[in-house]
Nanobody, 126 residues
Framework: VQLQASGGGLVQAGGSLRLSCAAS????????IGWFRQAPGKEREGVSI????????YYADSVKGRFTVSRDNTKNTVYLQMNSLNPEDTAVYYC????????????????????WGQGTQVTVSS
């Protein structure tokens, strides 16, 4: 099981980025996917989650209205569209899935997620 986040980069405040989370070794369509981020010196925090079929989504208050999570199960990929970025969004972004198929975690608590991908750096300049 392998998850890989990509699409990070350097962007000016107010700009946009789209992150991708690709899976290999398992069928992503059976798993909810969460997005998390970790800024320097801070704890990893949950950003968003999408259910396996894409019908349910959740966002942290800090990104609500600016970020949109979506998925294309035919491509085994989940996306995080990030708009109106600000310097506080600077962090390494990770995608993760629970170990259980067809289960939507009730929260973005880290213990709910057993498979983690390599992160991608997002840097927002002011």
């Amino acid at each position: 099981v392998q998850l890989q986040a990509s699409g990070g980069g350097l962007v000016q405040a107010g700009g946009s980025l789209r992150l991708s989370c690709a899976a290999s070794g398992f069928a992503l369509r059976y798993y909810a996917i969460g997005w998390f981020r970790q800024a320097p010196g801070k704890e990893r925090e949950g950003v968003s989650i999408i259910s396996s079929a894409g019908g349910s989504t959740y966002y942290a208050d800090s990104v609500k209205g600016r970020f949109t999570v979506s998925r294309d199960n035919t491509k085994n990929t989940v996306y995080l569209q990030m708009n109106s970025l600000n310097p506080e969004d600077t962090a390494v972004y990770y995608c993760a899935s629970p170990r259980e198929r067809l289960w939507l975690p009730p929260t973005l608590g880290l213990p709910h997620f057993g498979f983690w991908g390599q992160g991608t750096q997002v840097t927002v300049s002011s």
